[in-house]
Each structure stands twice: as structure tokens, then as C-alpha cells.
């Protein structure tokens, strides 16, 4: 059985992570860039990130829609590398990928080809109904197994629970709190709890039942915003943020540096360490939560 006391296998540390989304990949109704122009956008959007004093970057293809429920291309996968290895190559921050949808497979991948720090996994505990269809199966179990394969283990996997842009009837008998705790007990790194879309904010009551019933990091998915941020970072470890950051607070539009300095100034007061900054981050994505 899996202890839910509240106690933390992590040192009280708080990060802020930003979002790059990176542009519509070929072959997707949307795709227009060249891969060239593709990295270019990334590294800028990156770099801005980073000036701004963000602690850790993730990229994401969100602009592919409407998404694959599993069967994702080559192409995605291919372009999807070459963006993170020129990201990892621009800024010195740990970085994550996600690749929608239900893409944890190939982001483990790209994540330890081009040495990202951590992934995130849409669907790892409980069959859910996704926008892009019926996620039947829970990707823990052949996930890290495919992780041990390859050699990935320094790969950390963050998963969600009662995943954003999803209906969860059929776990409606399980509350978030039991989902974290299996998620625990599955072995991933760290939770997830995000509102019930982009840009929706986070019930914070069941961020508060997740941090009470795992060990693990917990990160904040969604909805973050400069009033909010500083009460979020009060339960969660970190709080991923896009939608806020990007021009008109719109997730689709190019990053906004002075939208993002805001978010970095309104999340300094949260902070439960002297100077957390990089190095906190990157203590917390190395060091692995005891039973993983």
C-alpha cells in the first residue's frame, strides 16, 4: 500500500516552467513552416522564457490540431527532435516535451535523444474520452518499460491526472486524490492537476487533496496567472504556465517578454528557498522520489 501521508521526498522548492508551443509540424492541417522556420520560432520563444528568468521551459506541438489519439508520424517525431535538440543547444534550463496526443511513447524518445529532463504523459493512470477520441489504456506500464529499454531513466515522467480537454465518467468513482495516489504507486515522478481546459484555472481544492495524498512533486497544468500564482506555489511544486505569458493571453500567440516578466515578478514572493532560480529546478527534476 502506498503511504498518502503529506510528508515530501523533495526539498521545499518552488518553479515556474513556461510553455513553447511550438508552430503547426508538416503534414498537419495547419502546417505551414519549414522545419528550419519551425526551430527558429522555438529557440526565440525559449530564449525570451529564459530572459525573463523562467526556471525550466517544455515544448509542445499543441498547434497540430485537431490531434491523433495514438498513431503519430514520423514527421511529428522527426521535426519534434530537431526542435528540442536546437532548444537544448539555445538555452541552459532543464527542458520537457510533450507530444500530443497520447504521444508519451515518442516523447521519451525525443527526450533522451536530444537530453531533455522530463516529459509529460497525458494518459498514464485510467482510460479516459480525450477531444481526439477514447484513451483506453493507461500508458504506465508499457511507458517505463520502454523507458528501461532505451537506457531513459534519467528521464523524469510528470503525469496528469483527471486530465484538461477530457470527460472522466467513466473514473467518475474515483476522486483526484485516488489518482494521484495511483499515479504514485505506478512510479511516475511527479503530478499534474490542471483545470478542465487551456487556460482554465486549477481548482485549487483539488490541488490541495493531491499535495495531501502523494510524496510527489505536484505541478499546477493550466490556468496560471500573476494574481493566482503566488497561492498556487503555496501547494504545488510548480506551476506550468502558457496561455498567461503569450500576447493577449492567448495561448496561440508568440510569447509577450513583458507579460512573462510579470509572471516571473508575481511568482518571486512564493518562493520557499533563498535564490531557487535554476538550480532549484534542476535539483528537483535530478533528484528521483524514493520508489522510483
Given at each position: 500500500?502506498?503511504?498518502?501521508?503529506?510528508?515530501?521526498?523533495?526539498?521545499?522548492?518552488?518553479?515556474?516552467?513556461?510553455?513553447?508551443?511550438?508552430?503547426?509540424?508538416?503534414?498537419?492541417?495547419?502546417?505551414?513552416?519549414?522545419?528550419?522556420?519551425?526551430?527558429?520560432?522555438?529557440?526565440?520563444?525559449?530564449?525570451?522564457?529564459?530572459?525573463?528568468?523562467?526556471?525550466?521551459?517544455?515544448?509542445?506541438?499543441?498547434?497540430?490540431?485537431?490531434?491523433?489519439?495514438?498513431?503519430?508520424?514520423?514527421?511529428?517525431?522527426?521535426?519534434?527532435?530537431?526542435?528540442?535538440?536546437?532548444?537544448?543547444?539555445?538555452?541552459?534550463?532543464?527542458?520537457g516535451?510533450?507530444?500530443?496526443?497520447?504521444?508519451?511513447?515518442?516523447?521519451?524518445?525525443v527526450?533522451?535523444?536530444?537530453?531533455?529532463?522530463?516529459?509529460?504523459?497525458?494518459?498514464?493512470?485510467?482510460?479516459?474520452?480525450?477531444?481526439?477520441?477514447?484513451?483506453t489504456?493507461?500508458?504506465?506500464?508499457?511507458?517505463?518499460?520502454?523507458?528501461?529499454?532505451?537506457?531513459?531513466?534519467?528521464?523524469?515522467?510528470?503525469?496528469?491526472i483527471?486530465?484538461?480537454?477530457?470527460?472522466?465518467?467513466?473514473?467518475?468513482?474515483?476522486?483526484?486524490?485516488?489518482?494521484?495516489?495511483?499515479?504514485?504507486?505506478?512510479?511516475?515522478?511527479?503530478?499534474?492537476?490542471?483545470?478542465?481546459?487551456?487556460?482554465?484555472?486549477?481548482?485549487?481544492?483539488?490541488?490541495?487533496?493531491?499535495?495531501?495524498?502523494?510524496?510527489?512533486?505536484?505541478?499546477?497544468?493550466?490556468?496560471?496567472?500573476?494574481?493566482?500564482?503566488?497561492?498556487?506555489?503555496?501547494?504545488?511544486?510548480?506551476?506550468?504556465?502558457?496561455?498567461?505569458?503569450?500576447?493577449?493571453?492567448?495561448?496561440?500567440?508568440?510569447?509577450?517578454?513583458?507579460?512573462?516578466?510579470?509572471?516571473?515578478n508575481?511568482?518571486?514572493?512564493?518562493?520557499?528557498?533563498?535564490?531557487?532560480?535554476?538550480?532549484?529546478?534542476r535539483?528537483?527534476?535530478?533528484?528521483?522520489?524514493?520508489?522510483?
Amino acid at each position: 500500500m502506498v503511504d498518502s501521508s503529506p510528508a515530501r521526498t523533495h526539498a521545499e522548492l518552488r518553479g515556474i516552467i513556461g510553455m513553447v508551443h511550438v508552430g503547426a509540424l508538416p503534414g498537419t492541417p495547419r502546417g505551414r513552416m519549414t522545419p528550419q522556420e519551425l526551430v527558429t520560432h522555438a529557440v526565440r520563444e525559449a530564449r525570451t522564457l529564459r530572459d525573463a528568468g523562467f526556471d525550466a521551459i517544455m515544448l509542445e506541438n499543441m498547434h497540430d490540431r485537431p490531434y491523433l489519439g495514438g498513431g503519430i508520424g514520423a514527421e511529428i517525431v522527426a521535426c519534434m527532435a530537431a526542435v528540442c535538440a536546437a532548444v537544448r543547444a539555445a538555452v541552459a534550463c532543464p527542458i520537457g516535451i510533450q507530444i500530443l496526443g497520447g504521444g508519451s511513447r515518442e516523447a521519451l524518445a525525443v527526450a533522451h535523444a536530444t537530453g531533455l529532463e522530463f516529459v509529460r504523459a497525458e494518459n498514464f493512470v485510467f482510460a479516459h474520452v480525450a477531444d481526439e477520441g477514447l484513451m483506453t489504456e493507461a500508458a504506465a506500464g508499457p511507458l517505463l518499460r520502454f523507458r528501461k529499454s532505451i537506457g531513459a531513466d534519467h528521464v523524469q515522467v510528470f503525469a496528469d491526472i483527471k486530465k484538461k480537454h477530457a470527460a472522466h465518467a467513466i473514473t467518475g468513482d474515483i476522486d483526484i486524490a485516488a489518482c494521484a495516489r495511483a499515479a504514485e504507486f505506478f512510479l511516475a515522478d511527479g503530478v499534474i492537476v490542471t483545470g478542465t481546459e487551456t487556460g482554465a484555472a486549477v481548482d485549487e481544492r483539488e490541488l490541495n487533496s493531491v499535495r495531501a495524498a502523494t510524496k510527489l512533486p505536484v505541478f499546477t497544468g493550466s490556468g496560471a496567472t500573476t494574481e493566482s500564482v503566488a497561492r498556487l506555489l503555496s501547494n504545488a511544486d510548480a506551476v506550468i504556465v502558457g496561455s498567461f505569458v503569450k500576447e493577449g493571453g492567448r495561448w496561440e500567440h508568440a510569447v509577450c517578454p513583458k507579460r512573462a516578466a510579470d509572471f516571473v515578478n508575481a511568482a518571486r514572493g512564493a518562493r520557499r528557498v533563498e535564490a531557487p532560480g535554476m538550480d532549484a529546478v534542476r535539483a528537483m527534476f535530478s533528484g528521483r522520489p524514493s520508489g522510483t
